[in-house]
């Protein structure tokens, strides 16, 4: 009975944690429909500033309760600021533009963040004191309960109640409130929206400094903080619905129970335990607990126009010419020692990989925040079919497009239910599934350690697998292209931008979705197959959601809606990944930068700038219009 009690008190407290993040992110996404993916960074960022204050800087004030009290209030204000500064110079900007473009800005933001943090903090952990006055515990039964996570357990209703009276009691809560349900309307009755957006926005980052200041005195501060938060804190806005605070409160109650529940009766399958709570959530009611608040939101959100498909009227001689050029480079790539042979392998790959998810994304219109699920799935499939039965290259790679065939089959059925940030999501929840069954079936994936020491690939046969790769994103190129014109394609892009008329036609978007979803799927675990071939080992981070952002980032940067975008895409990051990791210390906060101003700059992606370049070099010219 006390350890049931202990478990239900452990969970109670993680639940406030959460629920200043979930709070957080949902006022900033209320206000400014962006989907926050940084928002971890200002949790970080609250637990380190305070730590070093009552640590490093100013020890003394770790000695007395206000004076510590006092440093969280600091580390919220500091994160508060820092959100500031974000939402003028990157969230103002991005404001109505497609909710995967701000995940990628946001994650862009994320990697700036982290390197800031390195290089004025430092790489090291830093264990701040326990809380004065609040060493004890407090005996239940037989087991005993730390003094601190009780005082936490009061503090969430507490904010839930201050935000309540905020939002209904204030006038800035009652613009707030109207802003997240018409701001159009709001600034035709001479309101200014952006001072709303910028204190949505400070107040969001704040509670999540906050958040990341109250755990110091359970855990240290560390760099890992950001993602490892991050994750189930999206678990509990949309599971709670996107733009319900109240939603969001009960989805942490019940996130923060399962996870301490989950911890004590299946430790090695708690994140698999989390993520199929939010899937069951989804699947029965697909808004989230707090539906009926998203789907005003929805509602109110801008519509993007329609996009069409751009690199479709190559005509033969402009194919092959791509084509002859694109051996052309990739032959060259070959010719220039072992690093550009390597370095253009993980290029072909990923582009293929990228093209996967190009295809449902562009044509289908849905989103996906979990594609590494299927390119793991390849690579497990490809390599336990060649350690176990020693099945050769092809026989392997078939193996890996049937693992990912049988999941997507299944998993399918319900993001014909799912659509925008909730789809995002229910594919994440499915990643993560996978990356924890890799890292937790030993016996069966080899866990951390992976399955390693593969020969699918001879050194005598790398020029032929060379050739196959090739051969295969040459493929995958004018394969989308053909699926594009296709009736099926045609029809995939009527119901992306007119769903309710293609519906009225007779179309069956369902079923459309979901065999798009299910052959995206399917080459994606083609490209994960490719990858246990090209580095003859595999492991659980394949199915991390880092790969499925490489995938986003191939997309966007190439160009979405570009034919060649995810081949421009995938020369750009593999190249500036390897380059920068070599010559630069802080790599990733410059190519968190590059990524944020190509989503500001060019939304539409590289590619997307060459139209506006020649319009502009034409409107140069006197005479032209």
């Known amino acids: 009975m006390s350890f049931s009690v202990v478990q239900l008190l452990g969970g109670l407290s993680y639940a406030t944690t959460l629920f200043l993040m979930a709070a957080g992110l949902t006022l900033i996404f209320g206000v400014t429909r962006i989907v926050n993916f940084a928002h971890g960074s200002f949790f970080m960022l609250g637990a380190l500033f305070t730590a070093h204050w009552v640590t490093n800087w100013f020890p003394a004030w770790g000695d007395s309760a206000a004076l510590y009290l006092i440093a969280m209030l600091l580390g919220a204000a500091c994160a508060g600021l820092a959100g500031a500064i974000a939402e003028f110079f990157l969230l103002r900007r991005m404001a109505g533009a497609p909710e995967l473009y701000q995940l990628v800005a946001t994650f862009g933001l994320t990697l700036a963040m982290h390197d800031a943090m390195q290089w004025g903090f430092g790489p090291d952990e830093v264990f701040a004191p326990r809380f004065p006055g609040l060493k004890g515990s407090v005996q239940i039964g037989d087991d005993f309960f730390p003094l601190y996570p009780l005082v936490m357990i009061a503090l969430g209703p507490l904010v839930w109640g201050g935000l309540h009276l905020l939002l209904h009691r204030?006038?800035?809560?009652?613009?707030?409130?109207?802003?997240?349900?018409?701001?159009?309307?709001?600034?035709?009755?001479?309101?200014?929206?952006?001072?709303?957006m910028l204190g949505a926005v400070v107040l969001g980052c704040a509670l999540a400094g906050l958040g990341g200041a109250l755990q110091l005195p359970r855990e240290?501060?560390?760099?890992?903080?950001?993602?490892?938060?991050?994750?189930?804190?999206?678990?509990?806005?949309?599971?709670g619905g996107l733009g319900s605070i109240g939603g969001a409160f009960v989805a942490a109650l019940l996130i923060g129970l399962v996870h301490a529940f989950g911890t004590a009766l299946f430790p090695q399958a708690t994140l698999v335990v989390v993520f199929l709570t939010m899937a069951v959530v989804l699947v029965l009611k697909p808004q989230g607990l707090g539906g009926q608040a998203a789907a005003l939101l929805a509602q109110a959100a801008p519509r993007q126009a329609a996009e069409k498909f751009h690199g479709l009227r190559l005509g033969r001689v402009g194919a092959g010419v791509s084509s002859a050029l694109?051996?052309?480079?990739?032959?060259?790539?070959?010719?220039?020692?072992?690093?550009?042979?390597?370095?253009?392998?993980?290029?072909?790959?990923?582009?293929?990989?990228?093209?996967?998810?190009?295809?449902?994304?562009?044509?289908?219109?849905?989103?996906?925040?979990?594609?590494?699920?299927?390119?793991?799935?390849?690579?497990?499939?490809?390599?336990?079919?060649?350690?176990?039965?020693?099945?050769?290259?092809?026989v392997a790679l078939a193996a890996g497009c049937g693992a990912a065939l049988a999941v997507a089959s299944v998993f399918g059925a319900a993001v014909v239910r799912s659509?925008?940030?909730?789809?995002?999501?229910?594919?994440?929840?499915?990643?993560?599934?996978?990356?924890?069954?890799?890292?937790?079936?030993?016996?069966?994936?080899?866990?951390?350690?992976?399955?390693?020491?593969?020969v699918?690939?001879?050194?005598?046969?790398?020029?032929?697998?060379?050739?196959?790769?090739?051969?295969?994103?040459?493929?995958?190129i004018f394969g989308l292209r053909w699926f594009s014109r296709s009736v099926m394609g045609a029809a995939l892009q009527a119901a992306r931008d007119a769903p309710l008329r293609a519906a009225a036609s007779g179309l069956s978007i369902g079923r459309l979705q979901y065999r798009v979803f299910v052959q995206s799927a399917v080459l994606a675990g083609l490209a994960g197959g490719l990858f246990a071939a090209h580095k003859g080992a595999v492991f659980p981070s394949l199915a991390a959601v880092s790969t499925s952002v490489d995938a986003?980032?191939?997309?966007?940067?190439?160009?979405?809606?570009?034919?060649?975008?995810?081949?421009?895409?995938?020369?750009?990051?593999?190249?500036?990944?390897?380059?920068?990791?070599?010559?630069?210390?802080?790599?990733?906060?410059?190519?968190?930068?590059?990524?944020?101003?190509?989503?500001?700059?060019?939304?539409?992606?590289?590619?997307?700038?060459?139209?506006?370049?020649?319009?502009?070099?034409?409107?140069?010219?006197?005479?032209?219009?």
């Not at 240290?220 to 599971?239: G, K, R, S």
């Not at 020692?337 to 219109?365: E, N, P, V």
């Open 220 to 239: 240290p501060a560390h760099l890992q903080m950001d993602i490892n938060v991050i994750v189930e804190t999206f678990v509990v806005v949309v599971t």
């Open 456 to 476: 699918l690939v001879t050194d005598e046969g790398r020029p032929v697998f060379y050739g196959l790769l090739v051969a295969l994103a040459l493929a995958a």
């Open 326 to 394: 694109f051996v052309l480079l990739a032959g060259l790539a070959w010719t220039g020692g072992a690093y550009w042979q390597a370095l253009a392998a993980d290029g072909l790959i990923l582009m293929i990989f990228g093209i996967s998810l190009q295809a449902m994304m562009a044509l289908g219109g849905l989103v996906s925040f979990g594609h590494a699920a299927f390119f793991a799935l390849g690579a497990y499939g490809a390599a336990l079919s060649h350690s176990l039965w020693g099945a050769s290259l092809l």
């Open 170 to 196: 204030s006038r800035f809560g009652r613009r707030l409130r109207a802003a997240t349900q018409d701001r159009t309307m709001l600034a035709a009755l001479g309101v200014n929206p952006k001072p709303l």
């Open 552 to 625: 986003l980032l191939v997309v966007l940067l190439g160009g979405v809606h570009q034919l060649w975008g995810a081949g421009v895409g995938s020369v750009l990051l593999t190249y500036l990944s390897a380059e920068l990791g070599r010559e630069v210390s802080y790599w990733r906060g410059l190519l968190g930068g590059f990524i944020m101003l190509i989503m500001v700059a060019a939304p539409s992606g590289l590619l997307g700038l060459l139209p506006r370049i020649g319009s502009m070099r034409l409107r140069a010219i006197p005479g032209s219009r």
């Open 419 to 454: 659509s925008g940030v909730y789809l995002a999501m229910l594919s994440l929840a499915l990643a993560q599934v996978i990356w924890a069954g890799a890292t937790q079936w030993v016996s069966l994936s080899g866990g951390d350690n992976g399955l390693i020491g593969l």
